[in-house]
């Protein structure tokens, strides 16, 4: 049982570059959320997916896009990278609130 | 809006003494709260959450509604409890369960 795969672990881009951020879980969960963590300021929700076919916009939207592709899978693409998107992204998926998350390993982007 | 205070940046303590890893909320609803753990290089994990009332890893926590704070405490800290240590909370009606973190606690526990 993997739970939460992210992809990829690791990455650096220049300035104007595009990537997209792969997430997919096995759990047959309904919701998944993308956040970035920062130093000092905990984690932040970028979007999220209440159910397949639904995204919406959370915290700190701006310069992301996302498809809920099924109800496994959940990307997070950067049209046009900028260093302020330096940070650590994290993907989760929740069954239902009471349950809480279960987050992936994380992928650590630089933008230089 | 709801929002999550974790005042304190770090905390460091020795091994065997009481922790208390403070949180606190403001939301006009009713919440469901939660404490995540984030060991050294390992994924964010659930520790606890208010609505199973668990113990986990010798760890509570205590809903004060009237405080509204949602503080991890644990009696006698050990080393494998240096980790961050991160508040959230959820509504729970509406608001499609998203979570909102503070900004978390790096716990140091010394010997």
């Known amino acids: 049982n993997a739970g939460v795969t992210q992809t990829p672990k690791f990455q650096v881009l220049k300035t104007g570059q595009s990537m997209t951020l792969q997430c997919a879980q096995d759990?047959?969960?309904?919701?998944m959320y993308w956040y970035r963590q920062d130093p000092g300021m905990g984690l932040r929700l970028i979007y999220y997916?209440?159910?397949?076919?639904?995204?919406d916009k959370g915290e700190v939207p701006n310069g992301y896009n996302v498809s809920r592709l099924n109800k496994r899978e959940f990307s997070l693409r950067l049209e046009s990278a900028a260093p302020s998107q330096t940070s650590v992204y994290f993907c989760?998926?929740?069954?239902?609130?009471?349950?809480?998350?279960?987050f992936g390993s994380g992928t650590r982007l630089t933008v230089v | 809006a709801q929002r999550v205070t974790q005042p304190e940046k770090l905390l460091s303590v020795f091994k065997g003494a009481p922790v208390e890893l403070k949180c606190n909320y403001s939301?006009?609803?009713?919440?469901?709260l939660f404490w995540y753990v984030q060991y050294s290089r390992q994924r964010l994990q659930l520790l606890l959450r208010?609505?199973s009332r668990e113990s986990i890893k010798g760890f509570t926590a205590d809903l004060n509604k009237g405080e509204t704070s949602f503080h991890l405490k644990k009696p006698f800290a050990q080393e494998e409890d240096s980790a961050m240590y991160y508040c959230?909370?959820?509504?729970?009606?509406?608001?499609?369960?998203?979570?909102?973190f503070g900004t978390g606690t790096q716990l140091k526990v010394e010997l």
């Open positions: 989760a998926s929740s069954l239902d609130r009471v349950f809480g998350y279960t």
């Open positions: 759990m047959n969960h309904n919701s």
């Open positions: 997916s209440a159910s397949e076919g639904t995204t």
């Open positions: 939301y006009s609803g009713s919440p469901e």
């Open positions: 208010h609505i």
């Open positions: 959230a909370l959820s509504p729970l009606t509406g608001g499609g369960n998203k979570l909102t």
